[in-house]
C-alpha cells in the first residue's frame, strides 16, 4: 500500500509541478490574498458553520454498513445480520444498531458511484471532488474551506485527528492552495485525559515564561537583524507566533484535555479503547472552538480478508472492533451534537474512498468497488430521515440516482456555504472551480 | 490489493483555457480562394478556444468531440470533423446546417457557448471550407512566424502597444495572422489584451512575458514598464565583468537602483554558506575581519573552492540533482533498498567533483555507464527511476532542464518538443536494462501513442536514428555534451547561478521552454559559453559568479528596489537547506547530530541515503529524492516545525547539554557579554553591535541569579538559532 508511486506512475510532484505559466510580478502569497478577496464577492448563506467528516479509510463496504442485502445470496450477503433503522423498510447492518435508531437525523445515500477503485486515485476523487490529474492536485475540503474562512482563532482551521494519512498518504490535502490550509495533524494518541499532541506539551524544565522569554528574544533579534529592511513587513514570524499561541492558550489545550467531559457524555462515544470515539469527541471539542473542519480518520477498512473479524469481532469478548467502534462513535457524536444544540451547525459525513465488491472473495474478504457505495451525512443543513438512490438487488450498480463524488463535493460545498461555482487560483493562476464543471447539488439532501 | 484497471490519464494543459469572453468576430476580409483546413481553420478553432484544453482540446474531448490541442494535429482533427459520427458534423448538401456550423454559432444548444459568430469572419471561413467541399487540402506549410515587436519598454503603466503576427508559408507568402493569433499574457492582472485588436495595456510596472501562439508556434513576448519614474545614476557600480554589465544593463531599463554592496562580515558568511555548505567558524570571522587589503574576498573565495567541504557540499547538491538514492521500485523488487548502489554512486559523484572532472564528462560517464551498479557508481543513473519514458523526463530534467512529459500524450503545447521527440528519446533508453547489472538489451522499445508502433529512436528536437541503431546513448551524449548543444550548458550554469544568487535567470531551473524566456538572455548565454570555454568547469563558473560585484549586493532591499524579486537589484535571502541548517545547528551548539547508524559526528550534507533516521531532517525538512528535489517540497508545515523548536528536543535537549559549546562557556566563567559575542560570531559571522551588547547586557546582566542566568543564556542561544538571520543566508 505504501508504494511511492501511484499505479499509474504520476506522482505528486508531478502533479503539481506541470502548469508552465508563471506569475511573475506577483508573489503567490498576494495571488492567494487576491483570490480571497475576489471568491468574496459571491458568499453564499452558510448552512453549517463547521465539517466533521469521519474517513473510513480503505474503502467501507457498503453491504456490511448502511446498505446490507439481507434477501441476496450468501455470498453477497455476507456474515453479518441486519437490523432495522428508524425509517420503515431501511435496514442497516446490525453492528450499526445505534446509528439505525438515529436515521431520522440521517441521510444515506446509497447510489453513490465513481470509476476509480484504487486507494489514492478514489481518495483523491472523494476528498475533492475531482478526479486526480497529473496536471493538478486539487484541495480537500477542509483545505478550501480553511482558505475562504481563514483562520479566526488561535486552532489552526483545517485539524486531523489523528492524522491525515490516508489514502496511501498521496494526499497532501491543500492541493494548490497555501501550504497554511493543509490539514494540522494532531497525533499522539487518545488517552483518558484526551489526546497528546505532539510538542504541544512543554519540554521538560520549560514553562511558558521561557517559551515567551525565547519569543521575545527572537524578536528582538529580528528588529536588530541585518535582514530587516523595506521590504519586510513585520518584526514577527506568524508560525512562530501561531505555534504560540497554540502552546499559550490554555483554551487550545483545553480543547484536547477531556477530563472535564462529563462521564455521561464520554460514555456516548463508547470507552476510550474506541478510537473513532475518542476522535469524534475530541473533533466536537475543536468544533465547539470554531475550528471549522475536522477530519476524523479511522483506518483499516481495507477488508480484502476476514471482513468479519476485523469489522465485528478481532477477538472472542472484542466490543471495539472497527463496526462498534464507529456505531457508537457516529451516534455519539449526533446526539452529543444534538444535545448541545449544534447538530444543525455542524455538517457530518461518513465516507471512505469506494465500496466493496459484492460478492465476498475466497478469503471472506471483499474487494476495492467503486460503481456502487453509500454515504451518510447529519446535521449542517441536512435533511435527515431519507435514504437518497437506491443500488440494485446485488449492491453491484446504482439503480437510480447515480452520485459522483463531484457532486457529492457540489453538495458538501453549498452546505458549508461555499458556492460550487467558486473559483480559486492556482500558484500559476490557473482560475479552478472549488466543484468540478458539470457537477450538480443533490438538492433533495438539503434541508 | 490493486485491481487490475489501468488508467490513462488526460494530461490537462489548461495554461490558456477556454478564453471567456470572446463571442465576436471582427469583419476583417478573408483571403479569396480555397479555404485551407490546415492553415485558415485551425487557427479559427484556437482563436475560439475550441481546441483548449478545458474544451475539445481534452484528452477525452468533449461532448463527443475530440480535437488534438490547440491544433497539434490537424489531420486529426479533419478525421474528427469530416469523418466521425457518420460525417454529421459536416452537411455537405446543406452546409449551413452542419453541426461544425451549427454548434459554436449556437444555432443549436451548445455547452461551451457561442464561440463564433453567424455571419462573421470565422463563421464564414467554416462554411466558405464546407461549400468548397470540405476538403484537407493544403498548398503550403507553415514555415515561420514572426511577431512584432518581441520586446517592449513602455514609459508608464496604461500605456498600450499593438502586437502583430505575421506569418510566413513554404511557398513563400505570408500573411499578417494578428487576427487569428491568440496573445495570452502570463500574468493577466498585470497585462490586458484586446482580442479583437491584439493591443496590449500594461497595468502594473515590471517585466510581463506575453505568448503568442499561431497555429503549432508559440512566440514570448517580453512587455516592460520601468519601476520607477527616473533613471538611477549606475555610473559609479562597480562593474567587474559581464555579469556585472549585464545585470546593470537591465536595472538601467528597469530603473531600478541596487542595493550597496555587503561588509567583509556578511559577505564571508554568505560566500562559505554559498561554497562550503556551512558557517564560517569564529576563528575564520576574526581572522577575514582583521585582515587588511583588496585582494581577501578574493582569497577565501579560491581557498573555499578548493576545500573538502566544497567538495561535499556540492557532492550533496549534485546528488540531490541526479536523485542518488537507494530505493528500488517497480521492475525490481518493489520497496527493497540498495545501499551499494547509492553508496558507490555518492563516491563516484564524491571523486568527480574534488577532482573537478569537466561537466560534461560526468554527463557521458551516466549516460553510458553499463556494468554492475554496486561496482560502477555512474551505473545507477538507470536505477534512479523505472521505465524508458521516467528515464527520458528525468535525463531531460537533469541535463536539459526541460520538461518533455507533456509531450507523452501530445506535442507540448507550449514549446517546441512534440510526441516523437519524447518516444524516440524513451526508444534509445528502452534498449537499457536498469536491474542490478545495467546493460544494453538485444530488444526493447516503446510504442508510439500515436502511430501504435514501435518509436524510432530520435535525438530531441533533431533527427531519428535509423532502426538499425542498438544502443543510441553515444550518439545522445555526443549530441548533449556538443558545444553548440543550446540546452545542456543553459542548464546547469542557470544552476549554479541559482544556488549563489537565490534565483535562476529561467525559472523554474527544471523549465526551459520557448515560452519561458529567462529574464536576461545574454548574460544566460554568456555564462553558458564562458562554461563551455573553460572546460564545463563548475568552480570556474561559480568563481566567476562570486567574484562579481552583483554578487556582492546586500540583501536588504531598499524604498527604491524592493519591488524587485527578479533583477537582483538586491541579494534574494535564501533560507537554509535542510542538511546545512542541521550541521549549522550542531556547529553553534557544539553537539553533534546523530543520524541513523552513521557514526558520531556524521554531517548531515555527507549522508548518502536520504531517508537516514533523524528528527532534525524530518523537522527541518527533506528531499527523498524518489522525486526531483527542484520544486519546494511539502515539508511539514512550519506550525509543526516551530511547535517542535518550541518543546521538541531538536534545540532543547542540546543548548544546554555537558560538552556542548555553552556549557564549556559558562563552566569556564565567561561573562554573558563574552558568550554572547562569541555565539554572535559563530552563528551570525559577525560582531553583536553596540545596541545588541546593550540589549543583551540589560537582559543578560551581572545582577541575575546564578541558575536563572543559566536558563536566560539557554535563551538566548535558543532565540539565536530560531532568528530570521540564522536560518537564512542573506
Not at chain 2, 494578428?178 to 500574468?187: G, I, L, N, S
Not at chain 2, 546528488?319 to 517497480?330: C, F, M, S, T, V
Not at chain 2, 559563530?682 to 546564578?706: C, H, I, M, S, T
Request: hydrophobic residues 40%; aromatic residues 6%; charged residues 25%.
Amino acid at each position: 500500500m505504501s508504494n511511492l508511486t501511484r499505479c499509474d506512475g504520476v506522482s505528486r510532484r508531478d502533479l503539481l509541478r506541470v502548469g508552465g505559466l508563471s506569475a511573475l510580478g506577483l508573489g503567490l502569497g498576494d495571488y492567494f490574498r487576491l483570490q480571497r478577496l475576489h471568491g468574496a464577492e459571491n458568499p453564499l448563506k452558510a448552512k453549517a458553520k463547521a465539517c466533521i467528516l469521519i474517513w473510513l479509510d480503505g474503502g467501507p463496504s457498503h453491504l456490511e454498513t448502511f446498505d446490507p442485502k439481507p434477501e441476496a445470496p450468501a455470498e453477497v450477503r455476507g456474515p453479518l445480520k441486519t437490523v432495522a433503522t428508524k425509517l420503515p423498510g431501511v435496514r442497516f447492518s446490525e453492528d450499526l444498531a445505534r446509528t439505525a435508531g438515529l436515521l431520522d437525523k440521517l441521510a444515506v445515500i446509497r447510489s453513490m458511484t465513481s470509476t476509480l477503485g484504487e486507494h489514492n486515485f478514489g481518495t483523491h476523487y472523494l476528498m475533492t471532488g475531482y478526479k486526480p490529474t497529473p496536471a493538478l492536485e486539487y484541495p480537500a475540503f477542509g483545505a478550501t474551506l480553511a482558505h475562504v474562512r481563514g483562520q479566526a482563532g488561535v486552532l489552526p482551521p483545517n485539524i486531523a485527528v489523528p492524522d491525515f494519512g490516508i489514502g496511501g498518504s498521496k494526499l497532501a490535502g491543500n492541493g494548490y492552495l497555501p501550504g497554511s490550509t493543509r490539514p494540522f495533524s494532531v497525533g499522539g494518541s487518545s488517552g483518558r485525559r484526551g489526546f497528546k499532541v505532539r510538542d504541544l506539551d512543554f519540554y521538560r524544565g520549560l514553562d511558558l515564561a521561557r517559551l515567551d522569554q525565547r519569543r521575545k528574544f527572537v524578536g528582538a533579534l529580528d528588529e536588530f537583524s541585518r535582514t530587516k529592511d523595506a521590504s519586510s513587513k513585520s518584526a514577527s514570524d506568524p508560525d512562530l507566533e501561531r505555534a504560540y499561541n497554540l502552546i499559550a492558550s490554555t483554551e487550545a489545550k483545553r480543547a484536547f484535555d477531556f477530563s472535564g467531559e462529563p462521564e455521561k457524555v464520554r460514555a456516548l462515544y463508547g470507552d476510550q479503547r474506541n478510537s473513532i470515539g475518542q476522535a469524534c469527541l475530541l473533533a466536537r471539542r475543536l468544533v465547539e472552538r470554531g475550528v471549522p473542519f475536522v477530519t476524523v480518520n479511522s483506518k483499516g477498512w481495507d477488508t480484502h480478508q476476514d471482513l468479519y473479524s476485523k469489522l465485528k469481532e478481532r477477538y472472542p469478548g472484542d466490543k471495539w472492533a472497527l463496526l462498534p467502534s464507529l456505531d457508537f462513535a457516529l451516534s455519539g457524536l449526533v446526539v452529543d451534537l444534538s444535545d448541545r444544540g449544534m447538530l444543525d451547525d455542524t455538517l457530518v459525513v461518513v465516507m471512505g474512498e469506494f465500496g466493496r465488491t459484492p460478492k465476498l472473495n475466497a478469503n471472506g474478504g471483499r474487494d476495492h468497488w467503486p460503481r456502487v457505495f453509500s454515504v451518510a451525512l447529519a446535521g449542517g443543513g441536512v435533511k435527515g430521515g431519507q435514504v437518497i438512490g437506491q443500488s440494485d438487488s446485488l449492491g453491484e450498480s446504482p439503480k437510480d440516482r447515480p452520485v459522483t463524488p463531484a457532486d457529492l463535493a457540489a453538495t458538501i460545498y453549498t452546505l458549508l456555504g461555499i458556492d460550487p461555482n467558486l473559483k480559486l487560483h492556482t500558484g500559476d493562476g490557473r482560475p479552478v472551480r472549488v466543484a468540478p464543471d458539470g457537477s450538480s447539488v443533490v438538492s433533495e439532501l438539503i434541508a | 490489493m490493486k485491481t487490475g484497471w489501468s488508467v490513462l490519464l488526460a494530461l490537462t494543459l489548461t495554461a490558456l483555457g477556454c478564453p471567456g469572453g470572446f463571442a465576436g468576430e471582427a469583419g476583417s476580409s478573408s483571403p479569396a480562394g480555397r479555404v485551407d483546413f490546415s492553415n485558415d481553420l485551425i487557427p479559427v478553432f484556437t482563436k475560439a478556444g475550441c481546441n483548449a484544453a478545458s474544451c475539445h482540446g481534452a484528452a477525452i474531448g468533449r461532448g463527443g468531440l475530440k480535437l488534438s490541442l490547440y491544433g497539434g494535429n490537424p489531420a486529426a482533427d479533419y478525421e474528427a470533423i469530416v469523418r466521425q459520427v457518420e460525417g454529421r458534423r459536416v452537411n455537405l448538401a446543406r452546409p449551413e446546417e452542419s453541426l461544425i456550423v451549427l454548434k459554436p454559432t449556437k444555432q443549436i444548444a451548445h455547452r461551451g457557448g457561442r464561440r463564433l459568430v453567424d455571419g462573421k469572419e470565422g463563421a464564414e471561413l467554416l462554411l466558405r471550407w464546407i461549400r468548397q467541399g470540405a476538403e484537407n487540402v493544403s498548398s503550403r506549410s507553415l514555415k515561420r512566424v514572426e511577431v512584432a515587436p518581441r520586446k517592449h519598454v513602455a514609459e508608464k503603466p496604461g500605456s498600450s502597444i499593438q502586437l502583430r503576427a505575421t506569418a510566413y508559408f513554404s511557398d513563400g507568402s505570408s500573411q499578417d495572422v494578428t487576427r487569428w493569433t491568440v496573445f495570452t499574457a502570463e500574468d493577466p492582472s498585470a497585462v490586458k489584451i484586446d482580442s479583437e485588436s491584439a493591443a496590449a495595456k500594461l497595468l502594473r510596472r515590471g517585466r510581463q512575458v506575453v505568448i503568442a501562439r499561431y497555429l503549432d508556434r508559440v512566440v514570448p513576448i517580453e512587455l516592460i514598464v520601468p519601476l520607477s519614474g527616473s533613471k538611477p545614476d549606475l555610473a559609479a557600480e562597480p562593474r567587474r565583468g559581464f555579469i556585472d554589465r549585464e545585470l546593470l544593463d537591465s536595472l538601467s531599463i528597469l530603473r531600478l537602483s541596487p542595493s550597496p554592496l555587503v561588509d567583509d562580515a556578511t559577505f564571508l558568511r554568505r560566500v562559505t554558506l554559498d561554497l562550503s555548505g556551512r558557517l564560517p567558524t569564529m576563528a575564520a570571522v576574526r581572522a577575514f575581519l582583521a585582515e587588511p587589503g583588496p585582494k581577501k574576498r578574493q582569497v577565501v573565495i579560491d581557498r573555499l573552492l578548493a576545500s573538502e567541504e566544497f567538495s561535499e557540499y556540492w557532492t550533496l547538491q549534485l546528488a540531490k540533482l541526479l536523485r542518488i538514492h537507494p530505493d528500488q521500485g517497480e521492475g525490481e523488487i518493489a520497496g527493497t533498498r540498495d545501499k551499494q548502489g547509492a553508496l558507490k554512486y555518492h563516491q563516484w559523484l564524491h571523486r568527480q567533483v574534488r577532482d573537478n572532472v569537466g561537466y560534461d564528462r560526468l554527463a557521458r560517464s551516466v549516460i553510458l555507464a553499463t556494468g554492475d551498479s554496486h561496482e560502477v557508481g555512474p551505473a545507477n543513473f538507470y536505477r534512479t527511476v523505472k521505465g524508458p519514458r521516467k528515464q527520458a523526463e528525468f535525463m531531460s530534467e537533469v541535463f536539459m532542464g526541460s520538461r518533455l512529459r507533456c509531450a507523452n500524450c501530445h506535442n507540448h503545447p507550449l514549446d517546441r518538443w512534440t510526441q516523437d521527440d519524447y518516444h524516440g528519446l524513451a526508444a534509445i533508453f528502452a534498449r537499457i536494462e536498469g536491474g542490478q547489472v545495467v546493460k544494453v538489451k538485444a530488444s526493447g522499445e516503446v510504442i508510439h501513442p500515436r502511430t501504435l508502433e514501435k518509436a524510432l529512436q530520435r535525438i530531441p528536437g533533431e533527427d531519428f536514428l535509423g532502426a538499425d541503431i542498438v544502443d543510441g546513448r553515444g550518439r545522445l551524449a555526443s549530441w548533449l555534451t556538443d558545444p553548440a548543444n543550446p540546452y545542456f550548458s543553459r542548464a546547469i550554469v542557470n544552476r549554479l547561478w541559482k544556488a549563489m544568487m537565490g534565483r535562476g535567470l529561467v525559472e523554474p531551473v527544471d523549465d526551459f521552454r520557448a515560452t519561458n524566456p529567462p529574464t536576461h538572455p545574454a548574460l544566460l548565454a554568456g555564462l553558458a559559453d564562458d562554461f563551455v570555454k573553460n572546460g564545463y568547469d563548475l568552480r570556474h563558473t561559480l568563481r566567476l559568479i562570486a567574484l562579481s560585484a552583483a554578487y556582492s549586493r546586500s540583501s536588504k532591499a531598499t524604498e527604491e528596489n524592493k519591488a524587485d524579486g527578479s533583477f537582483y537589484s538586491h541579494a534574494i535571502r535564501q533560507s537554509l537547506g535542510p542538511e546545512v541548517l542541521a550541521d549549522a545547528i550542531s556547529d553553534v551548539l557544539g553537539v553533534a547530530g546523530r543520524y541513523g547508524e552513521e557514526p558520531k559526528g556524521t554531517r548531515a550534507v555527507t549522508l548518502v541515503d536520504p531517508k537516514t533516521r533523524s528528527v532534525a531532517l524530518d523537522i527541518l525538512g527533506r528531499c527523498s529524492r524518489e522525486e526531483s528535489c527542484e520544486s519546494p517540497a511539502g515539508s511539514t508545515g512550519g506550525l509543526q516545525r516551530k511547535l517542535h523548536l518550541f518543546n521538541g528536543a531538536l534545540l532543547n535537549a542540546r543548548i544546554g547539554a555537558p560538552g556542548g559549546r555553552l556549557d564549556k562557556m559558562i563552566t569556564a566563567g565567561e561573562s554573558p557579554l563574552s558568550i554572547v559575542e562569541q555565539f554572535y560570531l559563530a552563528a551570525l559571522g559577525r560582531y553583536p553591535g553596540d545596541a545588541e551588547r546593550l540589549f543583551w547586557k540589560e537582559q543578560l546582566g551581572e545582577n541575575v541569579p546564578a541558575g536563572r542566568q543559566r536558563e536566560l543564556l539557554e535563551d538566548f542561544v535558543w532565540s539565536l538559532l530560531v532568528c530570521n538571520e540564522f536560518v537564512s543566508n542573506h
